[in-house]
């Protein structure tokens, strides 16, 4: 026994994991393409730390919970329960809540929720026809009289999971049924309608699944017959809706598994970088798509669907494992813990609409048109105000909590997402090993992991370096290892391991600054994974619901309008990295209890202010100009950060930079329709034509056939020579006209006076009435209008001329 075991040890350090066949557990079958990583048994891990709370958090929360509050969850009556498929809500609610539901109950080993969902899916097990159809009947009719194939997607996800954690025989050839009825349907007819067809890679994905289980051929048909079929995603961005792209830019991704032409995997990885070159120039992992994406509106205070947060992270997770590249794993990493604890509340029992990395309050109030959609998006609700999020956020924690640790195809493991957590799986020959992860990642630096194994065996660990870290460094049993491995790669320790080896993995978090130059020079500043917001002071009241699911908003207490003063020549050198002493908390994800706060130097910017509807003013060019005192601010992750500024402007030495505007002033009316808004007019939206129920409104609307009014007012004289008003008219469906009449009037000190027009005061539907007139220096504008009889009216955009 002279063997020197260190000298037999391998170090290497590679770009991704081989991607050849022999994997021991389910992987891409032939002729697929050979997976680079696999998930191993949901029962393999047990996740840790403040993973596991999170997760018990969610159980005891909303997710775990949703039968009590959600109409769409209940047993009695739901089409979803019932063998015939007859019955209420029967739509994408309840199966996008039992796909996490069932998983919560799995990675948690809790038998109540393992229970609670095995009584749906025993429902929809039973409600399968002969022909392979199975759920809601009336889906089957669900779009234009065609199958709405969506839900189903949803359910089959649901059935994965609960076949990975089960084994019940039933699953499989349910799915291939229904997947056979697939095939059948009429190809011109099939996966018709909007949401069916632009999210089908999530059908590719579950038929593919099959696949690597059964090995039947004919399912390889269904998966191209769906492909075939499917929004084109291989051009470019199909649907600009912003959890459309989440889900569906990887749909060439799935495709490329099958035809395994790399252009389609290219496809997918552009529709990420035109996203996010577009709209992604802001912190926390996400981009600005409050709805859509929408051109002029990628500004960090555009918010992003808590649904694309998760499904933004499973996408990630799923190019993980087609492709082994460590930045998908790091991108889910930087949305998991920089954008998707702000989307709930810390006790996980309500969640809102929109997150967003500069955020100032968090009332029910209408945003729009600074965000797309009117009514209430930002305050926190565990009721159906926000129902696709309501139920689809309960997948993002387990499918998380399962994707830590992967399996290579060298019949190694790697450690993917860092958490703390226990992994027993099979390697090399199938001997069962078991690695223990401790760490407080992403708040600690340091990832310690000792393995227990009944017998030594060789096998090859997989580490990830994330892409912020130039320096990670590895002892195996305190012995330094020597190695040097570039960001965005994998650090193998290919050795024989015995029981309780130890590895200690070194991650160094340095502080940098990201500058935001398609953002007006904005700039965040990152340590490790985290990226830091300006802490906020929170005031929490209830406004609705009951003691025990209430509604929140969320306002702030302290200022927010803060530029950062950073050394010109080293940022980073301007911050102070404060680690608190102590545990980490069971719910480090807030300004009391997190772990690590930055103090920086700053100076405030009075013209920094919200906007007539609170909510924050866009940024303007950095360097700003302050004339205000410095003082010492607390930075805190953003996670931890649910009224944020993220995304900071700079403050030049002395007065250098640029002297910000206040926000103009709100257009006046002598009405305005609560569910509508006076910024409409001037929010720069395009109308596609004078019944555009798709862009922010001014109404006068309920003020029938009587003589109203708008303004604009200016702090000081312009000049103006025309004018241009697009008119609202929702005839078919309302009962706004284009106006009688109207003319126009300026400010000409106290006095209003009528402009000298050139032409006539148009009243024409689908167009930009212009009028131009002598030019005029004015103080305000004011449109006067009579309305038609027994009718109301509004303006969609008026615009003005110098
Ligand atoms: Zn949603």
């Known amino acids: 026994m002279s063997a020197n075991l260190d000298a037999q040890q391998q170090v290497r350090v590679v770009k991704a994991p081989p991607t050849t066949p022999g994997s021991l557990y389910t992987a891409n079958r032939a002729p697929l393409l050979p997976s680079a990583l696999c998930k191993l048994p949901i029962s393999s891990i047990t996740p840790r730390g403040w993973l596991e709370n999170m997760l018990r958090l969610e159980a005891d929360g909303m997710t775990g919970r949703l039968e009590e509050i959600s109409p769409w969850c209940k047993f009695e009556g739901n089409a979803w329960a019932s063998p015939t498929g007859e019955g209420d809500n029967g739509w994408e609610e309840l199966p996008y809540w039992l796909k996490g539901y069932g998983d919560l109950g799995y990675v948690l080993k809790d ?18 026809r002969e022909d392979g159809w199975f759920g809601p009947r009336n889906l089957l009719t669900g779009v234009d009289g065609k199958p709405d194939l969506w839900p189903n997607m949803l359910m089959l996800n649901a059935l994965q999971s609960f076949y990975e954690a089960t084994g019940d025989e039933r699953v499989l050839p349910f799915m291939a049924r229904y997947f056979r009825w697939e095939l059948n349907y009429p190809e011109q007819d099939f996966l018709a309608g909007f949401w069916p067809n632009v999210r089908a890679g ?6 593919l699944w099959l696949y690597n289980r059964t090995g039947e051929k004919w399912l390889l048909d269904v998966a191209e017959k769906v492909h075939r079929r499917a929004a084109d995603w291989t051009k470019g961005v199909a649907s600009w809706h912003g959890v459309n792209i989440t889900q569906s830019f990887r749909e060439p991704a799935m495709h490329y598994i099958q035809a395994k032409d790399p252009k389609f995997l290219q496809a997918a990885e552009r529709n990420y970088a035109t996203v996010m070159g577009l709209y992604g120039q802001v912190p926390g992992g996400g981009f600005g798509a409050d709805e859509n994406c929408r051109p002029g509106y990628g500004d960090p205070r555009q918010g992003f669907e808590t649904c694309s947060i998760v499904e933004f992270m499973h996408s990630f997770e799923m190019l993980t494992k087609i492709t082994g590249d460590p930045a998908w794993a790091d991108r889910c990493e930087e949305i998991a813990f920089n954008t998707f604890p702000a989307s709930m509340t810390p006790d996980l029992k309500a969640l809102h609409y929109l997150t967003a990395p500069n955020m100032i309050s968090l009332d029910p109030g209408n945003k729009a048109p600074g965000i797309q959609n009117g009514g209430t998006m930002l305050s926190y609700s565990p009721y159906g105000v926000y129902r696709c999020c309501q139920h689809n956020v309960s997948h993002g924690w387990p499918y998380y909590a399962e994707e830590l640790w992967l399996a290579t195809a060298d019949r190694g493991l790697c450690a993917s997402l860092y958490a703390a957590s226990e992994v027993t799986a099979k390697v090399a020959d199938g001997t ?5 992860e401790q760490t407080e990642y992403p708040f600690e630096q340091t990832i310690r992991l000792r393995v227990s194994t009944a017998a030594p065996v060789r096998f090859p660990l997989y580490l990830r370096v994330p892409r912020w870290c130039a320096k990670a460094a590895v002892k195996v049993n305190a012995q330094a290892v020597s190695v040097t491995a570039e960001p965005l790669s994998y650090i193998v320790l290919d050795r024989e391991w015995k029981n309780g080896d130890r590895v200690t993995l070194e991650l ?3 502080v940098s600054v990201r500058v935001w130059q398609k953002n007006k020079g904005a700039v965040s500043v990152d340590r490790g994974p985290l ?3 300006l802490e906020i002071g929170e005031k929490w009241a209830k ?18 309008n803060y530029g950062l003063v950073l050394s010109p020549k080293s940022p980073a050198s301007s911050l102070q990295v404060v680690a608190k002493a102590g ?20 100076k405030r910017i009075p013209a920094w202010q919200a906007d007539a509807n609170g909510l924050i003013s866009v940024l303007q060019q950095s360097p700003a100009q302050s004339d205000q005192p410095e003082e010492t601010v607390t930075l805190i992750p953003m996670g931890c950060a649910r009224l944020r500024i993220a995304a900071f402007p700079t403050v030049g030495a002395a007065l250098e930079g640029q002297r910000w505007a206040a926000p103009p002033a709100p257009p006046l009316a002598s009405w305005c329709n609560p569910g509508d808004s006076v910024l409409a007019m001037n929010d720069g939206i395009e109308p596609a034509n004078s019944n555009d129920q798709g862009i922010p409104r001014f109404t006068w609307w309920d003020h029938r056939g009587t003589k109203e009014w708008v303004q604009y007012n200016y702090d000081k004289p312009r000049k103006v020579s025309g004018v241009a008003v697009y008119w609202f008219d929702d005839t078919g469906s309302g009962s706004c006209r284009v106006p009688k009449s109207w003319q126009l009037l300026y400010r000409d000190g106290e006095a209003w006076k009528p402009v000298k027009a050139k032409g006539e005061f148009g009243v024409k539907r689908d167009t930009y009435n212009r009028v131009d007139f002598e ?8 449109i006067e209008v009579e309305l038609q009889p027994e009718v109301s009216g509004g303006i969609l955009e008026w615009k003005v001329f110098e």
């Open 111 to 128: 038998e109540t929720v393992i229970k609670g969902a095995r009584k749906w899916i025993d429902g929809v097990l039973s409600s399968q």
């Open 202 to 207: 999530d059908n590719i994905e579950s038929i």
């Open 432 to 436: 069962s090993v078991t690695i223990r």
């Open 508 to 510: 160094p978090m340095e």
């Open 531 to 533: 990226t830091y917001s």
């Open 543 to 560: 406004y609705g619901g009951t003691d025990g699911w209430p509604e929140l908003a969320l306002t702030p207490t302290t200022p927010w």
């Open 583 to 602: 545990p980490v908390a069971a719910q480090p994800f807030t300004p009391e209890t997190t772990p690590v706060t930055i103090r920086a130097k700053a």
């Open 775 to 782: 030019p005029v220096s004015a103080t305000g504008l004011r």
